[in-house]
């Protein structure tokens, strides 16, 4: 468990805030975020890559809260989107465009136009359709677009199949052993500098190697295309780090890596991108939640909470692991039993056939290692209102998003009685 989360006198805190506190005052379900865990992710990249030319592009779709965004623009971070409206947040919460790199298999026109209007850094482009494109438009506004192109190196990031992208049957980037004739293309074109080589290969990886065997090959490849005379000067590695989401687990080294990648690329008069999202937040986020009703079918116990799949789909859609605390110890021991909600689906749970604290209606539980792709995956299934979010630093704690309400859940549609077209 992040340090930034301990128990205290039998409650649990984040920081210095006790979290039984802020569910009682904000309501259930409801996430929280520490600051200083987010800082200290944020400051280990930044230290293990002090001294070489470097960008950190927080990847957003990781967790999009403005306030989250707000914290890490304060901390120099810049921005990895993949999408217009995660660039309009990424410009709502005072981050810098030109620290934006733009990712993603499906640019449409109106994006790439919002692109390239706010001045961002570079496309991470994916196929030969996007450069074409990116190409006309820019030079339509009368712009020059720098661009990187994502390469597929085919390496096996051995993690869950639905989060692996680097090999070749994945839909991601460009095949490194075709991607030579696409940089020949595109540096052809009018309107692009082409200057990077991007990838990204996968995501919670607790072991780096397959990073660094990535970018040993990218590497490869930017030798080449500089004897052919395009003059590569961007790096971006992607993100992919993953975290401990179980007691078993342990993180990754990030510090080792970093200092291995430092050694790859120092004298290669290249500036290094990359694009950690879980790794930056998710350790430091708990979904709150409070005990509903308890129930026993046969032999089987159910907890049955107010936190479901809209609020945290990792574990239906991953089989994702979160651990389960109560936010006051409990003194009524451990039960065996499923941790669902109130949706009307099966597959519909926080945890299956795990030891818990035997926790009783009206008690509050937290769901553990929720900072990334938590939130940002919520939905409004079951016409479920999507939670608060509440951002904790040292003693205080502030609300970074409200509650939806119920007009917010109608919010958009069209409502008139005899209505025609
Ligand atoms: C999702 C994604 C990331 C972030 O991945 P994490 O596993 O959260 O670090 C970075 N870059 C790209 C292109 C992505 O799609």
Redesign the pocket.
Known sequence: MNPVFQYRGGMLFCEDVELQSVAEREGTPCYVYSAAGIRNAYLQYAEGLAGIPHHICY?V??NGNLGVLRHLATLGAGF?I?SGGELYRVLQAGGDPAKVVF??VGKTREEVEYALEQGIHSF?CESEGEIALISALARRLNKTAAIAIRVNPDVDASTHPY?S?GLKEHKFGIDIAEVAAVYETAAALPGLSVQGVSC?IG??LLDPAPVLEAAQRLLGLIDTLRANGINITDLDL????GVPYQPHESAPDVPGFLARLKQLISGRNLTLFL?????LVASSGALLSRVLYRKQSGQKHFIIVDASMTELIRPALYEAHHEILPLRESKLGTVVADVVGPVCESSDFLATGREVANVMPGDMIAAMTCG?YGFAMASNYNARLRPSEVLVDGATWKQVRRRETLEDLIRGEQNEQNGTA
């Open positions: 990847a779709k990781a990895d993949v990712s993603g991470n989060i992208t990204h995501s919670q992607g993100g992919g780090l694009e950690p999202g879980r790794s990334a």
